[in-house]
């Protein structure tokens, strides 16, 4: 059974380590002729609220400041991904596609959701090498999205420098 790849979901935590896994979900986009989805997941726990006041206010209103907060951190990292995109580009003799998605929640739901709303063929994404005892107990994004996707994942070996 062949599998059509028009669309590859790269998946980033947005890391400088992650950049071979970058270049690989590059090869397979020209290789196939395939658009690129840079996707990158946000835990609530890498996000702090900016100000302790909020919690303070009446719940409307401490969700509108939470959703604005939100939405400019979703903004800045989408500008942040895209400087990097053109950077690395531009080095490049080569036009591969990109869209950018910056989302909340746990990473593996938000890779596997964003390959089955984009219709992908692919998931590029790099796995770092940690203990045993850390994979038992918490396991890896990489392993979730490889046992759970129904597409093939290819996961790229990277380093945490």
Known sequence: MAVNIDAIVYA?????GSRIAFEAAINQAVKHQATIIYVHAVSKNDVVTPDISYSYLPSDIEKLHSAQHRNELIEKLKARIHR??????SHLDIEVQFSI???????????????????AGLIVMGNRKTSELSRVFLGSTANKVLHKSEVPVLIVPITNK
Request: net charge negative; charged share 25%; with cysteine.
């Open 101 to 119: 998605c910056v989302q909340f929640g746990n990473p593996e739901v938000v890779i596997l959701n964003t390959a089955n709303r984009f219709n």
């Open 12 to 16: 980033s935590d947005a890391s400088k």
């Open 84 to 89: 990097y995109i053109e950077e690395k580009l």
